[in-house]
């Protein structure tokens, strides 16, 4: 049955976020926000600093504030905008006296609300630079946050209900001599969650659940809480993640480890984190596996960095072989980076190697970086082989080794090969994260760009000792996703990790919420028809689902269809090229009347584009990607949208990821519309809910 628009929307409103967590527990541990009416009372003097002054705060302490600290946009002392705050003034504490002053503001004293909300900014530093709230009677600090290491302001809402009646006052506090951060618009009672008829996503810290009642909930329900988190893609739970690492199946299981920082949502020493799982897309977390030498100095940013996975033929054990990089302003005599290992027997437990480093010197043609070692079979030589990052200095390159152990200690023993590939100059000096390995009869090496962070991957053959390029693309042509791994499955499927995130941008709101960095959906690797490398979505994806897909059909859009409400969900939509007559159809996601993400594809150009001009606190920006034209003139879209990422696969192995952060509730809307007043028509529409990624 053929439907045409409008028609009743199917799918509104079928799938929104429950309230209650997914292991059935309700509201204790949720914020009481929607109680909001309960208490109100007026908020501080000057909540949003438009007078332009301090009017109705005080000085604590300090040379951190005066008659300078409050600014409109305009400020180049906060770098460039846009700001976002609430009417023009907005304060910030490096205004007055540099970055380096310190001192203590405070606010009017006001009787507390049941909920509260304001805008903050600047940079990450819970203990030196953070606004709190004060219990007057006895000075006790109830609630602070610090903010992301971005200017743009993000709102921070705080359930005081406990504290409702009660007199209390704001502090903005800056204690550190590197940092600042802003304030703006302070709201108290129903007005700190509405924004017209849009209501704020609950953010901040203090809406997390706590290390008191974290033991209690399962990590579904714990991930649940956190609008800003992917509910099936793997993040950590607090605490920072970038690239995954040490992808194998190994025992059966799914193996997937990330570069990680526990004690902050920002890199530092780098951790490997541990994660399993049985069916490649549901995890569990396991405990770190491999921690930085020197914890106890958090400046010295030594650790264990990227690095792969491999089973020892010999003994079985799980052996991952990675990068030592060493800080060489706190050990001067150091290698900054060496190849180690570390090997277990329960998949659990690692001993790092006694033998370490396995690679102590960098070749010579290595002089701007030598790392994140990948270690694959060669089959056309029947040996171990290992590519490392690496640049010159002119370009970046891929060191080739190969195992020269034998048996067991195969994987401990490395002779250098040579160059295996370099580029022209023109896509950076050092190259990160290689991987290569052979599909069908190609071999295809994928590699990070550092500066730019662009991931690139080249398709062609390999003799052996050299790579000879035959087609170079971007791995994925949206802006967040870089350090891509690679592995070979029990299967024989070649599949991937991205992470969902770059170096590129400051934009990493979950911080708020003590958390940042996702990885991708386990992807599937394979050579397009246009001979690049494609991927797309693995098959137990469909295991995610937490419902049945609703089904719309054969379905010919006219102007605007509406075809759900969700942030957590499976999009999959088949159109019919040679019956639509539209110039180009849109498909918004993410959609309220303020804000939306939007992927248009214009027919005769065939571009698909992602647009975050105006999708809420996350990097606003356009990214396109050409599409091959279907032999059988269909396009195909499979598009995981999860919360704050959406991964969008197109039929011909196009892969476009990119991160939005929505502002508002309501912000969950799907919409499809045909431009020019003609039609795009679909074979089908399917929209599937999507459940965790969480046992
Ligand atoms: C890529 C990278 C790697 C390095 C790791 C450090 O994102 O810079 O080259 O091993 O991150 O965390």
Not at 318 to 347: C, F, K, M, R, W
Not at 395 to 424: A, C, F, I, M, R
Request: some cysteine.
């Amino acid at each position: 049955m053929t439907k045409t628009t409008p028609y009743k929307n199917a799918l509104v409103g079928l799938l929104s976020l429950a309230s209650v967590l997914p292991d059935g527990t309700t509201a204790s541990v949720l914020p009481r926000t929607q109680e909001c009416q309960r208490q109100q009372y007026p908020g501080p003097k000057n909540p949003s600093f438009e007078t332009g002054d301090l009017s109705g705060w005080t000085v604590v302490n300090g040379t951190a504030f005066g008659k300078s600290s409050v600014t409109t946009a305009a400020s180049s002392q906060l770098g460039s905008g846009p700001f976002n705050q609430v009417g023009k003034q907005f304060l910030s504490t490096n205004l007055q006296d540099g970055e380096a002053a310190t001192g203590t503001l405070r606010s009017s004293t006001f009787k507390a609300s049941s909920v509260m909300s304001f805008l903050i900014g600047g940079n990450y530093d819970p203990a030196n630079l953070y606004v709190g709230l004060v219990l007057e009677k006895d000075g006790s600090l109830l609630f602070s946050q610090t903010a992301t290491n971005d200017e743009a302001l993000i709102r921070i809402v705080w359930d005081t209900s406990a504290y409702a009646g009660q007199n209390v006052y704001l502090v903005v506090v800056d204690t550190s001599t590197t940092g600042h951060i802003s304030l703006d618009d302070v709201r108290t009672g129903c007005d700190a969650l509405k924004d017209g008829p849009h209501t704020f996503n609950i953010l901040g810290q203090s809406n997390q659940p706590t290390s008191k009642n974290l033991t209690a909930l399962s990590a579904a329900s714990r991930y649940a809480v956190d609008p800003t988190r992917p509910q099936y893609h793997y993040t950590p739970y607090q605490g920072w993640i970038n690239d995954p690492a040490g992808l194998i199946q190994w025992g059966g299981k799914y193996h997937l480890f990330n570069q990680y920082n526990p004690v902050a949502p920002l890199w530092g020493p780098m951790y490997w984190s541990h994660a399993e799982s049985t069916d490649a897309v549901h995890w569990r977390d396991l405990p770190v596996a491999l921690t930085p030498p020197y914890v106890n100095n958090t400046q010295d940013t030594s650790g264990r960095y990227t690095g792969s996975a491999v089973k020892n033929q010999d003994t079985g054990a799980l052996q991952l072989i990675y990068t030592d990089a060493t800080n060489v302003t706190y050990h001067p005599h150091a290698v900054p980076e060496v190849v180690s290992s570390a090997v277990s027997s329960d998949g659990i437990h690692f001993d790092l190697y006694s033998g370490n480093p396995i690679v102590a010197e960098a070749p010579p043609t290595s002089s701007a970086g030598f790392r994140d070692p990948k270690v694959f079979w060669d089959p056309t030589a029947n040996n171990w082989k290992m590519v490392v990052g690496s640049g010159d200095g002119h370009t970046g390159n891929v060191q080739l080794y190969k195992s020269t152990g034998p048996s067991s200690s195969e994987l401990l023993s490395w002779e250098y090969v040579g160059v295996l590939h370099q580029g022209d100059g023109s896509r950076g000096i050092m190259w990160e994260c290689p991987n290569f390995f052979p599909i069908d009869d190609k071999w295809v090496l994928f590699y990070g760009q550092d500066k730019g962070f662009k991931g690139w991957y080249e398709v062609g053959s390999f003799n052996g000792t050299t790579f000879v390029s035959e087609k170079l693309g971007l791995f994925d042509s949206g802006p967040d996703s870089y350090a891509t791994q690679w592995f070979v499955d029990d299967a024989g499927r070649n599949l991937a990790v991205t992470w969902i995130n770059n170096w590129n941008t400051t934009k990493w709101p979950s911080r708020v919420n003590g958390w940042a960095g996702t990885q991708s959906i386990m992807r599937e690797l394979f050579i397009r028809e246009d001979g690049g490398l494609g991927q797309k979505p693995v098959e137990e994806v469909s295991l995610l689902a937490s419902g049945p897909a609703k089904s719309l059909g054969q379905t010919d859009v006219f102007g605007t269809y509406e075809v759900g409400f969700t942030d957590t969900a499976r999009l999959q939509a088949t159109v019919d090229l040679a019956a639509s007559d539209a110039p180009a159809f849109t498909i918004e996601l993410f959609a309220s009347g303020a804000e939306s993400t939007s992927l248009v594809y214009n027919f005769a150009n065939r571009s698909l584009t992602i647009d975050t001009m105006n999708a809420g606190y996350g990097q606003a920006g356009t990214w396109e990607a050409t599409i091959a034209k279907p032999a059988d003139n269909r396009l195909s879209l499979d598009i995981l949208i999860d919360r704050s990422s959406i991964e969008v696969f197109v039929g011909d192995g196009t892969a476009m990821t990119v991160r939005v952060f929505p502002r508002y509730q309501e912000s969950k809307n799907i919409r499809i519309t045909s431009d020019g007043g003609k039609k795009t028509v679909f074979d089908d529409i399917v929209l599937t809910p999507m459940g965790s990624a969480w046992e």
